[in-house]
């Protein structure tokens, strides 16, 4: 009885389809490597062709943000990669086989976006106002800052700026988020309706970023007319003799 060797002659189309990828770090520029793309096929051999390929329930929303070059998932030119907006990237690919006829295996995979760093973007005083005189320690205002990346914590200082934007840094110091009147500094609205200050913000992003910001505060007046003075003592010598008779 002769043996008979089934041999399959038979294409078969790809049966896998698998992206190799540690994720991409946001901010990427084009041309940044996403991953590589392989496949798996019964026909030894084989050789691959990729695309990207409309899917379905969003399996390929994010197609539009890469490119493939040969077996190379790479960011595409004017695509932004913001971890804050979209942690996850959904593509949905297709590769096809060199075999006659050619065979094809479509495959969803998902690729986690690596948060960068990213340098704050303002900051804002919430009282933009001081009364003259005010003594050394009084507190103008607390400080707030705006950062793309979520929990951050800032540290405030005050830095040299330009065209005079820094022009009163030395009459105010911050502590932690307070913005106040340092001791001794005068704060005369007649001679210095404004005080101009150059502030700094650093975040605590694992290489701190910073932003700068001019802020004008305004010196507010306060009634200093001597007449006036004069009035309110003789108001009080007023007073005190009234309690003169039960005083003694
Ligand atoms: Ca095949
Ligand atoms: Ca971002
Ligand atoms: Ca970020
Ligand atoms: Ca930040």
Not at 108 to 113: K, L, N
Not at 136 to 155: K, Q, R, W
């Amino acid at each position: 009885m002769a043996s008979v060797e089934i041999i399959d002659a038979g294409q078969h189309a790809p049966t896998d389809l698998t992206l190799a990828s540690a994720g991409i770090a946001e901010d990427s520029s084009a041309g940044t490597l996403v991953g590589l793309l392989s496949a798996t096929d019964p026909d030894a051999g084989s050789s691959f062709l990729y695309v990207l390929v409309a899917g379905s329930g969003g399996n390929d929303v994010d197609n539009g943000l890469v490119e493939i070059i040969g077996n190379q998932l790479k960011v595409k030119a004017g695509a932004l990669i913001n971890f804050e907006a979209n942690p996850f990237l959904n593509f949905n690919i297709q590769v096809t086989d060199n075999g006659s006829p050619a065979l094809s295996f479509v495959k969803a995979v998902t690729v986690s976006v690596l948060n960068a760093n990213e340098a704050p973007t303002g900051i804002s005083i919430f009282i933009a106002a001081i009364l003259e005189n005010s003594a050394g320690g009084t507190v103008i205002s607390s400080l707030s800052a705006s950062d793309p990346d979520a929990g951050s914590l800032f540290s405030y200082a005050l830095v040299p700026g330009s065209g005079g934007s820094d022009a009163d840094n030395s009459l105010v110091e911050i502590v932690g988020s307070q913005l106040k009147i340092k001791a001794g500094a005068l704060i005369d609205y007649e001679t210095n309706p404004f005080l101009n200050l150059n502030i700094q913000v650093t975040d605590n992003g694992t290489s701190a970023l910073s932003f700068t910001k001019a802020v004008t505060v305004n010196v507010l007046n306060i009634n200093e007319n001597p007449i006036d003075l004069a009035a309110s003592s003789m108001r009080w010598w007023l007073g005190l003799m009234a309690m003169m008779p039960t005083m003694v």
